[in-house]
Nanobody, 112 residues
């Protein structure tokens, strides 16, 4: 059974930082590309970053501020978010490529 558990969200002021984590289980993690998505109220879910074998790609809106990484020994992916902006407010999810499962997400709120 595929399980994705996100954590690390919270309330932060503009310019602040957060580090999200996602622990995965139930599939071949080390050979699976992983992604981070986010969904703000009233918006569609959007891709934030994808960690693949060939490298990591980022949405233009987060380039230079967010860094995605993974630890295959811990079956965990991370999203380091720096210089956060109010428009980064959303529920953040991790996703395994080609696996139609989502975790519960973690709420990130950027507000003064």
């Amino acid at each position: 059974q595929v399980r994705l558990v996100e954590s690390g969200g919270g309330l932060v002021r503009p310019g602040g930082s957060l580090r999200l984590s996602c622990v995965a289980s139930g599939f071949d993690f080390s050979n699976t590309a992983m992604s981070w998505y986010r969904q703000a109220p009233g918006n569609q879910r959007e891709l934030v970053a994808q960690i693949a074998t060939a490298g990591t790609i980022y949405a233009d809106s987060v380039k230079g501020r967010f860094t995605a990484s993974r630890d295959n020994e811990k079956n965990t992916v991370y999203l380091q978010m720096n210089n956060l902006k109010p428009e980064d407010t959303a529920v953040y999810y991790c996703k395994a490529q080609l696996i139609p499962s989502w975790g519960q997400g973690t709420q990130v709120t950027v507000s003064s």
